[in-house]
Structures are given as C-alpha cells and as structure tokens.
C-alpha cells in the first residue's frame, strides 16, 4: 500500500476499506455516531475484542495477542460494518502486513462482507494450536524438572507461563464472545449463511479456550506437585535436624557430665571406666542409627 | 440548578427530570406504587445497580463506585421510568455534577427516554478501563517486588488490591444483570433499537467484568508466588539451622569429650594429640562444607 | 387470632386462609393429592423455600432463617394455592406474628391470590440488606485485628461468620429458585403481571445471593491473609532460632574447645591468651549481629 | 412374588411389568434395538441414573445407593418405557423389595405409565432429606471436636464423610439429570401433566444435590480450619523450642566459659564471683521469661 | 481393505466412504471449500472431536485417545458429510482397525448416513465406563496406602493418575460438545430421529465426563489428604526435637555448671553433693517424660 493510499476492495457490489487511523478521521468524521468507538480510534485504545450490534451497524474492535508474548499485540484493528460498507482501521505500522493477508489467503474472492471479517479473523488465529501445543511441550519439560527433584528453581518459569496462559485465556474467551455475539444477535444483518460461518468462528475460539483452560489446569497441578515437593523437602530437612539432635544431644550428656569437677565421683578413678564409657557411647550411636534406618529417616 | 429548583428535559414529547430527594417526595408522593423502592429513597439506602420491571413502570437504583477507592460512592441516583415520563432522583451533593454530566454528554438530544438512561449509565463508566489498568499496573509492580525477594511485605498491597477488586467485581455484575434484565424484560416498553442500547451496555459491564475476574486471578497467582516465596524462605532458614547445627554439634561432642575428668585417658598425654585433633576437626568442617555445597544446600 | 378460628381473607372473590397444622389436617384432609406435602406438614419437616407446581395446583413451602443466627428458623409456613384458593400453614407458636405482618403491610388489599403470596414472601426479606450488612462490618473488624496482628485468635470469630454465612448462602439459593420456578413454570396459574411480581421476588433474592456471595469471598481472603500471617509468624520464629543457635554454637565450642584437658594446649599457657580470646567472641558476635540486621533477620 | 412368575400391573390399558433379568431375556429378547441397554441388562453394568430417548421407546437405568455407605447399592433398575408397556428389570435379590414399596405406596393406581415411573422414583428418595441431615448432624460434631482442640484425629472422620458426600453428590446430579432429560426432551411421549411430574422430581433431586453441595462445602471449611489448627498447633512447638533454646544456650555459653582451662582467668579466682554469676544467671532468665511472656509465646 | 483400494458402503442410496489421507486427497482434492479441514488432514493435524457445520455440509475430526494412558492416540480420523456423501478418512496404520470395528458391529446396515456416523462414534467410546473404574480402583488403592501411612511415596502414582484424568476429561468435553454441536446446529441436514441419536451420544459423553470429574475430585481429596499427612509427619518431628531439646538442654546446662572452674564453688567439695545431683537429674528426666506423655507428644 503506498503512502496516503487506502486498500479498496470491492466484495458483489458493496466495499471494504482498509485504512489508517488519520485516513478513517478524514475521509468518514461522521461515518460511526456511537461515541465510544469514535474515542477508541482516536486513543487508538484497543484492548480487546468485541462486537457493539445497533439497528443499523456493527462496529467493533479485533486484538491478537503475539501467542508467545501475550503481552505484547500483534495485531489490533477497529471495524465498522453496515450493510454496504465494511471499513478496518489499524495504524500506519501493521496495516501492511494486514494487506498481505489479505491477499495471501485470497480474503477479497468472499461473497459477502460478514465473510470478509469472518475470514480475516479466522486467518488471524489459524496456527494457534500449534502455538499453544509448545506451552504443554513446555510444562511438559518444568513438571519432569521438578518431578526429578534436580531442581526446585523451575518456579520461575512456571510461573512466567501461568500468567501468559491467564492472558491468553482471557483473549479466547473475548474471541468466543465476538462470535457468539455476532451469531446470535446479528440475524438482522447476516444471511443464515453468514451466521453458521460466525457460529464456525465461536465453536473455534472456543475450542482454543478449552485447551488453554486444559494448559492451565495442568500448570496449576505442576505448581501444586512443586509445593508438596517444597514440603517434602522441609520434611527432609527437619528430620536430619531430629537426627542430629538426638544421636549429638545424649553424647554430648554424656561428656558434660563427666567434665564435672565434683570431688567424689568414683566412675573418674576407676582404670577401665574410659573404655567402658566408649563401649556405650558406640552402642547408643549404633541403636539410635539403627531405629532411624528402621523409620526410614536416614 | 439553582436551590429549590430542578432540571427538567423535554424528551420527544416526554419528560426526564433530575431532583432532589425532598424534591421527589413533595413532587411524586404516590408516583411508584412498589414500597421498597420508596423506602430506598426515604432511607438514602442505596447500595446496588438494579431494576425492578412491573407491568406499567420501571424503577431502580444505579450506584457508582469510585474506582480507584471503591468502598466509596462516585454516584448514586434512584430512577422511575414510565412511557412518558423518567424521573432522576439524586442527593443534593451530587446532583450538580450529574447535571453537568448530562450537558456535556449532550445526552438530553436523545430520542427516546430509555436512551437517555443508557447514555446516562454509559457515560458513568466511560473511563473505567483506564483506571482499572492501573490496577494491573500496580499488580505488576507488585509482582516484580516479590519475585525479585527484596521485599516480602508487598503483601498488604496486594491484600488491599485484592479487597478492592472483590468489590469493583461485585459491582460490575450488578451493572451487567442491571443491563441484560432491561434487554431481556422490557419488550414491552422498549423499542427493538433501545434494547439493543441496554445489550451494548451489558456486554460493556461484562466485559470489564471479565478485565476485573483476569486482574483477580491475576493477583490470586501472585498470592500464590509469595506464598511459596515465604515457603523457599523457610525452607532456607531451615536448611542453615540444620548446616550449623551439623557442624557443630560433633565439634561440640569432640570438645566435650576431651573435657572429661577421666584419670586413664591415654590420648590426653601424648604430646601431639592436640594437634591432630585440631587437623581432625578441620578435616571435618571441610568435609561437611563440600558436602553441604554439593546439596546445594549452602 | 383467637384459639381455635382461622383467619380468613376475601381477595377478589377468592379466599386467602391463614391456619395451624391442627386446624390445615381438620378441615382440609384431601386438599392436596401431592403425598410429600401433607408428609411435610404433618412430621412439621420444613426444611427448605420450594414451589411444586402441578397442573391444577402448586405446593411448597417457605422457611426464612433467623439471619443473625441462620441455623435457627424465623418463620416456617407451608401454603396451598390453586385457582381460587390459598392456604398458609404455620405451626401455633408463630401464627400470630404472620398475622400481623400481613396486616401491617396491608397484604390483604393486594388484587390477587398470586400477589398475596408475593408481598408475604417479600415482607419476610425486607430488612435482609440491613443485617447482612452487619456481616460485612464485623468481618471488617475481624480483618482489622488480624491485619494489625495484635491478636491471631480471631480465626474462631471468622470460622463462625463463615458457617453462617455459608448457611445464609443456601438459604437465598434456595428463595431465588422459589421464586425463578414460579415465573417460569407457572404461566398457567398467573396473569403477566402477576409473573412480574414474581420475577422482582427472583431478582430480589438473586442479589441478595449475590451479596451474601461477595460477603463469603471476603471472607476468604481474610482466612487466606489469616494463614499468611501464622505463616509469616512461624517464619519469624524460625529465624530467631537460627539466629540464637548461629550465634552461640560456635561461641559455645570455643569454649569448649578451651575447656579440654590436653597436657599440651600452648595456647592456656600464655598470660594475654583469655584476654584475646574475649576480643574474639566479641568480634564474632558483633559481625553475626550485623549480618542478620543486614538481611533483615532481626 | 412367586419363583418364576412376573408382576404384571395393568395401567389404563397399558402395561407395566416387573421382570428379573432372567425374564427378561427370555420374555422380550428383541425388544429393544439400542445395543448398549441390551448389553448393561447382560453385564449386571448398571452404575448411574440415565434416560436415552428415542423416537418410539425410552430406555434407562435407576441405580439408588444406600444413603449411609453410598458405594453400596440399595436398588439398581434398568427400565424400558414405550407408548403402552412399560417394563422394570430388577435383580432377583431386591426385585421383591420394589415389588413391596409399588404396593405400599399404592403405586399401581396411577393414570399413566410415566407416572408410574415418576412415584416408583420418588418413592425411592422420599427419606433422603432426614438421610442427609444426619451428615450435617455428624459434621457439627467432628466440627466441634476440632474446634475445641481435644482431638485432632478428627481427620479420619472427614475424610470419610467427604469421600461419601462426594459419591452422593455425583448420585443426585445424575437423577436431576434424568428428571430434567425426561421433563425437556420427552413431550412426544408425555402429556403436559406427565411433564410436570418429571419437573417436580428433577427440582427435587435438585434440592437434595444442593443441599449435599452445602454439605460439601461445609466439610470443606471444617477441614480448612483442621488444617489451621495444625498450623498453629506447630507454631506453638516452634516456640516452645524457641524459647528453651534461647534461655539455655546463653546459660549453657557462660558456664562452658568459665569451664575453661586459661591459666590466667582472674574471675575463677575472686571468691565472690561464683555467687555473682548465680545471681547474673537467675537475673538473665527471669527476663528471658517476662519477654517471652510479655510475648505471649508462653 | 487391500493395498491402493478403498472400502465402499452404499447406505440407502447414498455412499459412506473409508479413505486413507492419499485416498481422499487424490479422489476428492475439492471436495470440503472450508481451508483449515484440508490443511488438518494434509498435516496429519488431528487433535481433538469436533464439528464445523455449514449450510451445505459438515466436516470435522474425532480422536479417541487410549484411556489407559490419554497421551497417545487410539483413533483419529476426518469426516466429510454432506447430504449424499459421507467420507471417512484415517492414515493406514489405523484404518484395517476401522474397518474390523465397522463390521463387528454391522454399523453399514443402518438407514442413514448421520446414523453410520453416530454408531461409529458410539463404538469407538462403548468400554470407557469400565476402563474409568479402572482409574477409580486405582485411586481407592492409593488412598488406602496413604491413609495407613506407610508410604507417602504415593505421591508420584498419584500425580500420574491426576494428569490423566485431566487429559480424559478435556476429550470427553469435546465429546460432549461435538454431539450437542450435532444435536443443536443440523436440523437441516438430520431428521429428527437422527438428531436424537446424536442427544443420546452427547448425553453419554456428559455421563462419561461426570464420572471423570468425579474421579478428579476424588483423586483432589487424596492429595489433600496426603498435604494433611505430610504436615501431621512435620508436626510430629517438630515435637521429637522438641522433647528432645528440652530434656537434654536443661540436663547438659547442670552438668556445664559443675563443669566450671571457680575456686570457691562449696557443692564441689561436699561428699554426697554428686549423688544427690543424680536424683535431682533423674526427676527432673521423669518429670518431662510424665509432662510430654500427658501433652501426648511422645
Ligand atoms: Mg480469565
Ligand atoms: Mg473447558
Ligand atoms: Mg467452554
Ligand atoms: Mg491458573
Ligand atoms: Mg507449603
Ligand atoms: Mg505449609
Ligand atoms: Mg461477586
Ligand atoms: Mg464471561
Ligand atoms: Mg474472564
Ligand atoms: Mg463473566
Ligand atoms: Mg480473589
Ligand atoms: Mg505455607
Ligand atoms: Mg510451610
Ligand atoms: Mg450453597
Ligand atoms: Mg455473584
Ligand atoms: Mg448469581
Ligand atoms: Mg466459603
Ligand atoms: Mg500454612
Ligand atoms: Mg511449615
Ligand atoms: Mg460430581
Ligand atoms: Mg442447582
Ligand atoms: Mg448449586
Ligand atoms: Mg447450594
Ligand atoms: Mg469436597
Ligand atoms: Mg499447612
Ligand atoms: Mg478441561
Ligand atoms: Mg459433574
Ligand atoms: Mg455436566
Ligand atoms: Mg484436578
Ligand atoms: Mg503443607
Ligand atoms: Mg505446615
């Protein structure tokens, strides 16, 4: 698309446009009189995807999140549909890779202007589920980590796919929502067919729901796996210290007593007292071993 | 509006007005035959978005937190809508800035009354997703805090957050219920283009419902985070208790025991015995050291 | 009402009778077919709100719980209603007080059997948005005393609150149902406007639910900010016990150390050797202190 | 019932009969064209309640679990229902119990074939409500036993009660959902009256599933504060450790220093300074103990 | 079916065909307009059941996992149909099972093309109830290990269980979802009886997915369980080192008192002072133990 130019498509007699932000404001200031949609553009304000039915448009706006970043927007365009003019509006970045989807998937050989939107979105989520397959490949990977026991500092990473998985489930259900949306309440515009195409859209997104809602189940069973692990350890832990304290403690007793400088202690002066003493010392440290191996402490 | 006066719009041959509550029950004393609702406005005991639909009226409250402190009312106004007439009733604080509201909005240009009361309700939460973007800002703020581990007591933060959101959640159901009750029960005053305005109002609640169930999750993930971060920690505190205690206890036992009184101890008397102890028990230290190292454990 | 005689209302050529199970079981013996009914009453087995609704007649019951102590009951009544009759059955002890209640709010003068029971139902939860309320205030305390952490034995206040709660939520399930099956399922029986009625009841209880929902999830977060605490607290714990062990174990063993019998220890024997010794204790335990203050230990 | 004789009830014109799998077979061995039925009678299989309905013929299985252990089953029925034969398939061990409850409750003088259905059904749960008060009766007091802090081997208990509560809850999901799939997807079969049943037996199954999930939940907070209990119970342990470890190992450092061997030690030899030392000692640990208690850690 | 031939039923007029991927790729290359089904077959791309229906036919996938270990494939096969046409297409290896399965069950002797669809499906799931008690005697198993307490290495067994299930329970989903698509969307392609083939099918596949989520829910409870053992194990060593501390501490400190050098200790130089320090230790021990066993910590 060159400069100032805007991309006119014309879909069995109506139009699609697709234009930038300031050639929208230009050349329709009056096109849209619900206010808010008009406020979006102007702050170009996107932030999610939906669909506002009225009696005689739909107007609305479409995000796609960078599936591996979903912080991040890959795309985000505002739409205005009536029944013989459909108008996308991105800004001067994206708009061309728009244009090449566009042609790519031969979206402008639709026979309506619903399709035309039913087709450029469906384009926009159609490698998806490969994109979510490598989050379960990924926590795949965390949870063997973890489960290996080899190392507890896989939280982080765990943690960083969780709060993705919220995002992006948060995006599929605004998807599932647009379609659904446009299925049920746009019988007014859309012929039958139209709206089993919108339907199609729907029953996708929220297929793509389902498996991240599955993602995420399956992250929250890996971090809960992760915090009984935490506690197996502590356990672990806390029993060495019981050992320790308790094979030291009576020893050390032991020695305690024997360095009292009482006058009249007889066990002090007899000759073989010692060794005697050593003997019991290696008796007590043998039993208590023993009783630990037995409890399966040590 | 001047004291003791109050805003009347002329609506298509209809009538919107704006009062007080005095005004109201001086005005309109046998207006609405349903008693709760009277009651409500004698008691200032508005606390909920909501419309009771009868056969021949409509009557409600709209109540408006402030976002940002949402224990705290922004507005709350009680309604009475009938086929010729829609009756706004304010506490005197706020009606000014409602009136100031309603010219700047342009909203007395409309052509029907429900469509004043939807653009009235839309206006009052025009700017929400701005400000409750900031709570996903502070969310984030919070979470970087924790996981770098500076700093654990974040926690009050987020249990305030956390607090507030319950509440905005709360709110925004009602909004929505508030919306989809007039679309789905009031065919009989509606016109089809005025319901598809309480729709689109509906599906706007409920949208930033499901923004404000993604900041809850959101900040119930990073509840989560802290928790195990203050589990890890324990797990550390422990881990240093149990090294020390490891090494210092057998030292302690050695010491002790050459601190007996025994008169036949041989090694107390060979002249070296000193200094192959001190070799033995920094054979020790190093030993548990390595060993603790490889653990990972120090 | 005196001993014996039952109350009798004239509602627009039908009847609306107010009696005790004694006076229902005399005069009524084959009114209603439904077998589980007449079991109810007669075992006083009220357990629930409930409509039965059958082609000629509906059936059910009505409990409103005490709700500052919703395990007791307030009012338990059964009722009868077909096309020209309503039955209300309370037992003795609470007969008299219904009796007022409808004639306080002048239920008598209603223009239909179906609103009669409207305008019961919804006198028994008027001031329910008032108590719960109450709810709302105490478990704000409960929060305030546990965030300040003056006094952790609040857990059984909230432990209580939330069995109330928890019991309340049922409850208002329960009348939203009551009140959802007769809109929906009763078109036979009542007139439009009569349905109204019962869809406000509905949508009354329905946020009534919702609140009491809102006030359980609070409750939560308080339980959940409540185990942080005991958690942090038991964190605290640990490290003062890792700090006072880390700090005189190895004290502890120096002293020791000095404490054996040897014949060649060189160091006993040099005059400044205790004073020395002094200077490195106190050297140590000066570094430990400043090291755990760094860390924030202590 | 006699060996080998089958009940036959006659219904308006239309048959029911109670058959054991043996009859059956041998009766009506081409009956039904849905495979999987056929299969379960063979198999003994049946494990849930369920309704398949087909154009010409109903067939299902009632599977009833004694209340009280609810992995055991206390009736399991499979049914074949068309235009005028109804069919029962019990096995021969409780076929006469059925037989028993069809005459007590008079069952065989309905008007209609699924009404013999619903009341053979509905007689089937009509104790359950005092059935499943006993569980709450039986969690008060496991409630009450934790609380007071006597016992926490309460644990054994609530799991038990859980694991039932669990089983019975999957039980009245599954009748709801046959009430709801025979009152919704069966009008070519039933007459409205008919319907109407099959609804006050779906909402009755509905109240027991919401009672059992009050239940649940119930169980649920009890176990959260057993969970609390053993929080803080180890708490306190970590602070009896504490503070032992805190008043000894200071005492325990000074007399291991003046256990010292320094030949230059000139407190040994003040002859005061052993009684000073006593009265440092005692000084330190009434301290000790007015902080810890000052504390409140003991 | 031989090498390059592909298996051919004729159904009443119309043609249901078994094709393996080369097969329908170079007999039908435009058959099915909708893009993605074409792209999911030439990349071998199946991965989970589903239905896109269009006004003039339907295509999808349907993926039978192994039960006894959900990760791997059992089946995954495409489907075309239109009004006249069914087309099944498998990849080799699979497609002679296929074909076993559709003869055993004589599936090709049905009356319509979305019934051999339907008995298809219902084949391939007809011993999922039995393989499911599997995971059910399963999990009883490891509840029982865990509540004997003697191994808490159950765990690992238990996380396997938990992740399966959560794999069966998003199949059964789409199972579920895939028959009510059918159910609901297509009453312009399926006569009525056709459409309730495909209820019952849904409804089994809810029944399937109720059983699972109880299964999940069970195997929760376990793990809660498990949670609740691990702190009780901790609780337990927490008192052991605890006892231990406090009986040795007290002891240890008497004997490091006498242990010390003063000249003037007067105790030292009494005769029976030693013996009597004995009984005084011996008490002191006795005490503790009488004072713990009563606390019932030891
Ligand atoms: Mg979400
Ligand atoms: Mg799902
Ligand atoms: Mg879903
Ligand atoms: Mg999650
Ligand atoms: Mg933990
Ligand atoms: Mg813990
Ligand atoms: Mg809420
Ligand atoms: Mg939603
Ligand atoms: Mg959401
Ligand atoms: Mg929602
Ligand atoms: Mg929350
Ligand atoms: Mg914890
Ligand atoms: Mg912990
Ligand atoms: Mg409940
Ligand atoms: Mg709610
Ligand atoms: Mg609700
Ligand atoms: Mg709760
Ligand atoms: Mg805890
Ligand atoms: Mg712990
Ligand atoms: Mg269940
Ligand atoms: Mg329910
Ligand atoms: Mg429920
Ligand atoms: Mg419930
Ligand atoms: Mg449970
Ligand atoms: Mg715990
Ligand atoms: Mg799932
Ligand atoms: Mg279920
Ligand atoms: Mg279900
Ligand atoms: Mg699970
Ligand atoms: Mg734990
Ligand atoms: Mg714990």
């Known amino acids: 698309m060159k400069e100032g130019e805007s991309m006119v498509y014309s879909i069995q007699n ?14 329709y200031p009056f096109l849209c009189p619900y206010q808010p949609f008009v406020d979006t553009i102007k702050n170009h304000g996107i932030n999610s995807c ?30 205005y549909l009536s029944k013989d003019l459909l108008v996308l ?58 489960l ?4 507890l500092n896989m939280n982080h990473s765990l943690i960083d796919v969780r709060r993705k998985l919220l995002r992006i489930n948060a995006y599929y259900q605004q998807l599932s929502d647009f379609g659904s949306e446009l299925e049920e309440n746009a019988s007014d515009f859309f012929s039958p067919a139209d709206i089993q195409h919108f339907s199609v859209l729907s029953n996708r997104a929220e297929r793509l729901l389902n498996y991240t809602q599955f993602l995420r189940e399956y992250a929250l069973q890996i971090r809960e796996m992760y915090q009984s692990q935490v506690d ?67």
């Open 50 to 79: 939906k669909a506002d039915i009225f009696s005689d448009f739909i107007c609305g706006t479409l995000l796609i999140p960078d599936k591996r970043n979903p912080a991040e927007k890959e795309f985000c365009l505002s739409y």
């Open 14 to 27: 109506n139009t699609a446009e697709l234009l930038t932000t300031e050639q929208y404001l230009t050349k």
């Open 89 to 146: 509006i991105e800004d001067k970045k994206h708009i061309n890779n728009l244009e090449t989807i566009i042609e790519q998937r031969k979206i402008m050989n639709v026979s309506s202007l619903p399709q035309f939107l039913f087709l450029l979105a469906e384009s926009l989520i159609k490698d998806d589920m490969v994109r979510l397959q490598d989050y379960e490949t990924h926590l795949a990977e965390i949870e063997d980590v973890i």
């Open 232 to 298: 197996i350890k502590q356990n672990e832990t806390m029993k060495i210290l019981t050992v320790v304290t308790t094979i030291f403690f009576p020893l050390s007793l032991i020695t305690g007593w024997y360095g009292m400088n009482f006058r009249n202690m007889p066990e002090l002066r007899f000759p073989y007292s010692y060794f005697i003493l050593i003997g019991i010392c290696l008796i007590m440290v043998i039993a208590e071993i023993w009783f630990y191996k037995k409890k399966k402490w040590i």
């Open 148 to 151: 290996s026991g080899k190392d």
